[in-house]
């Protein structure tokens, strides 16, 4: 019998740090200043266990701290930040100061024009429209 290879691209396992449930900081000027993760978009798991984001992913959001308008709302987010660290490809270990999110539509285009803070390079590379909207990209 022939051993089968398979043909994915070797890339890095991002540890998850922000579970269902954590209210996080949003680093844009869309109105909403603090929301709550309910769920996150294509992450399944385990039987039991809590699904939990990390950077780069869109989540499924409340907003808990914002404008009248926008607040009690569900919104999308791409988390842009985690004060988890996790490896890079190239062996550095990276961390934030701390977590954040940028407000997106589910197409994954910010509703604010500008982000506050940095980006981290793996949301960059998986959202461009956010990475265009970055003044920093680290």
Known sequence: MKKRRSLRLVTRRI???LPTGAI???SDNSGA???QV???KGHS???RRQPAAK????IVCSVKKGTPKLR???VHAVVIRQKKPYKRSDGSWVYFEDNAVVVTNEN???RGSEIRGAVSKEAADAWPRIASAARIIS
């Open 24 to 26: 996080i900081p949003v």
């Open 33 to 35: 200043r603090m929301i």
């Open 72 to 74: 009690r709302q569900i």
């Open 45 to 47: 798991t385990r039987l």
């Open 38 to 40: 309910i769920s996150v």
């Open 15 to 17: 540890t998850r740090a």
């Open 55 to 58: 950077v780069g992913d869109m």
């Open 108 to 110: 994954g285009e910010p």
